[in-house]
């Protein structure tokens, strides 16, 4: 069963993004964008990395991505679900980058599929788990965004860069651990755009949601044994051929489960891509799941808790490499006539590796119990994040930054 812990640090997801920063090294930043080939559209969450390296990011929601890779680097490697991994060249005179991907059709093999065969293949791809991810201690950069929405508008956004220290998979998720390098936010000024509940989260929440090292989320027998199990279509990722394994509740337990999907390769079996949709049938269930506190005389009312976890293969081994969450809710205050209605958006990418996994000292690690919000300081600084890589704010966050800038400084005149 799920523990107070975990289902603490999960429920917190507010925005994270991770990225990177390439030290002593000259940089070319590299603008773009990129669409389907097919319909023009552009797509959001596509991974781009400078090929032979760990330098990466992903685009945003506009489709588009910003990256700082060293001079010496020729060509990116694009990658998206359902389509044809692509590597480009690096452009000559920081022109922007207008690339392409094709959809890519997966070969069916002629196989009977018996009710079992779903399951039993998760069951597989669990014990290749020692075989396919590290076996050694690794450490990441990344940098880190939260924000939170009321209605149209963005009532508050953080950012911050981390070091990020991840033990062997053998071990337990509670040996990783991560610390802030630098950080700061904006919150809005106005007391009505006060959020009245409570939701606990922060810089371990990458750690904690590595749900192929954190089994206790769904990958132990107890946990397998609440679900039904079926295969979907496969599709191809990199460039190669997934198995997808559908899932939902089979059984009522004291706790909400998931909806979801695995995406598991099908030469090696190690999971590329998990898709989890909080079940919200029982109200109760799921505001126990999302949220810590809140004040007397408020009503939380849950509406969505979506969350997607990648995994990247280099060398032969697989590593996290991707978060999103996007949760919704309403908070009714009695004695008012209009609810609150909020949306908190959280993704990472992870984007470099460093040579040497050191690990990070007790004095300077982040706890569960910590509060970024009251850690770090307000956006004042234009080169605040110097070679750092970030994902590159969408248009609606852009302009939500320059508002709480203003508002903020005028608050304080």
């Given at each position: 069963?799920?523990?107070?812990?975990?289902?603490?640090?999960?429920?917190?997801?507010?925005?994270?993004?991770?990225?990177?920063?390439?030290?002593?090294?000259?940089?070319?930043?590299?603008?773009?964008?990129?669409?389907?080939?097919?319909?023009?559209?552009?797509?959001?969450?596509?991974?781009?990395?400078?090929?032979?390296?760990?330098?990466?990011?992903?685009?945003?929601?506009?489709?588009?991505?910003?990256?700082?890779?060293?001079?010496?680097?020729?060509?990116?490697?694009?990658?998206?679900?359902?389509?044809?991994?692509?590597?480009?060249?690096?452009?000559?005179?920081?022109?922007?980058?207008?690339?392409?991907?094709?959809?890519?059709?997966?070969?069916?093999?002629?196989?009977?599929?018996?009710?079992?065969?779903?399951?039993?293949?998760?069951?597989?791809?669990?014990?290749?788990?020692?075989?396919?991810?590290?076996?050694?201690?690794?450490?990441?950069?990344?940098?880190?965004?939260?924000?939170?929405?009321?209605?149209?508008?963005?009532?508050?956004?953080?950012?911050?860069?981390?070091?990020?220290?991840?033990?062997?998979?053998?071990?337990?998720?509670?040996?990783?651990?991560?610390?802030?390098?630098?950080?700061?936010?904006?919150?809005?000024?106005?007391?009505?755009?006060?959020?009245?509940?409570?939701?606990?989260?922060?810089?371990?929440?990458?750690?904690?949601?590595?749900?192929?090292?954190?089994?206790?989320?769904?990958?132990?027998?107890?946990?397998?044994?609440?679900?039904?199990?079926?295969?979907?279509?496969?599709?191809?990722?990199?460039?190669?051929r997934h198995e997808v394994v559908r899932f939902a509740p089979n059984r009522v337990t004291p706790f909400a489960l998931y909806y979801g999907k695995l995406f598991i390769d099908s030469e090696t079996l190690a999971f590329s891509r998990v898709e989890l949709d909080l079940d919200m049938e029982n109200s109760d269930k799921a505001s126990r799941f999302m949220l810590y506190s809140k004040p007397v005389g408020v009503r939380f009312r849950p509406k969505e808790l979506k969350t997607i976890i990648n995994y990247q293969t280099t060398d032969g081994i697989t590593r996290i490499s991707?978060?999103?969450?996007?949760?919704?809710?309403?908070?009714?205050?009695?004695?008012?006539?209009?609810?609150?209605?909020?949306?908190?958006?959280?993704?990472?990418?992870?984007?470099?590796?460093?040579?040497?996994?050191?690990?990070?000292?007790?004095?300077?690690?982040?706890?569960?119990?910590?509060?970024?919000?009251?850690?770090?300081?307000?956006?004042?600084?234009?080169?605040?994040?110097?070679?750092?890589?970030?994902?590159?704010?969408?248009?609606?966050?852009?302009?939500?930054?320059?508002?709480?800038?203003?508002?903020?400084?005028?608050?304080?005149?």
């Amino acid at each position: 069963m799920k523990t107070n812990l975990t289902k603490q640090l999960f429920l917190s997801l507010l925005l994270l993004t991770l990225g990177v920063t390439v030290n002593g090294q000259t940089l070319t930043n590299i603008f773009g964008a990129v669409r389907d080939a097919d319909n023009g559209k552009k797509l959001a969450h596509v991974s781009i990395m400078a090929t032979g390296s760990n330098v990466a990011t992903v685009t945003n929601e506009d489709g588009e991505f910003l990256i700082k890779v060293p001079k010496q680097t020729l060509t990116l490697t694009i990658s998206h679900v359902g389509y044809k991994t692509t590597i480009v060249p690096v452009p000559a005179n920081n022109e922007e980058l207008q690339i392409n991907i094709s959809r890519t059709a997966v070969m069916l093999n002629e196989v009977v599929v018996s009710p079992e065969y779903p399951f039993q293949l998760v069951k597989r791809a669990i014990a290749k788990i020692p075989n396919n991810y590290s076996q050694k201690p690794e450490l990441f950069k990344g940098f880190y965004r939260e924000t939170t929405m009321k209605g149209r508008r963005f009532i508050y956004v953080s950012e911050g860069i981390l070091d990020m220290y991840k033990t062997s998979y053998d071990e337990s998720v509670n040996s990783d651990n991560v610390s802030i390098i630098k950080g700061r936010r904006l919150v809005s000024t106005k007391d009505a755009d006060t959020l009245g509940a409570k939701l606990q989260g922060g810089p371990v929440i990458p750690l904690m949601m590595d749900i192929v090292k954190n089994k206790e989320m769904l990958f132990n027998e107890e946990e397998l044994s609440n679900y039904s199990w079926q295969m979907d279509a496969p599709v191809t990722i990199n460039n190669r051929r997934h198995e997808v394994v559908r899932f939902a509740p089979n059984r009522v337990t004291p706790f909400a489960l998931y909806y979801g999907k695995l995406f598991i390769d099908s030469e090696t079996l190690a999971f590329s891509r998990v898709e989890l949709d909080l079940d919200m049938e029982n109200s109760d269930k799921a505001s126990r799941f999302m949220l810590y506190s809140k004040p007397v005389g408020v009503r939380f009312r849950p509406k969505e808790l979506k969350t997607i976890i990648n995994y990247q293969t280099t060398d032969g081994i697989t590593r996290i490499s991707y978060i999103r969450s996007q949760m919704r809710f309403n908070c009714d205050w009695k004695r008012k006539l209009f609810h609150s209605g909020y949306e908190v958006v959280s993704e990472m990418v992870v984007t470099d590796q460093a040579a040497e996994a050191v690990r990070i000292k007790g004095r300077d690690s982040f706890s569960a119990r910590d509060s970024y919000y009251d850690k770090v300081n307000y956006f004042n600084d234009p080169l605040f994040w110097e070679n750092y890589n970030i994902i590159e704010p969408t248009i609606s966050l852009e302009k939500a930054v320059g508002k709480l800038r203003k508002s903020v400084a005028k608050s304080m005149e």
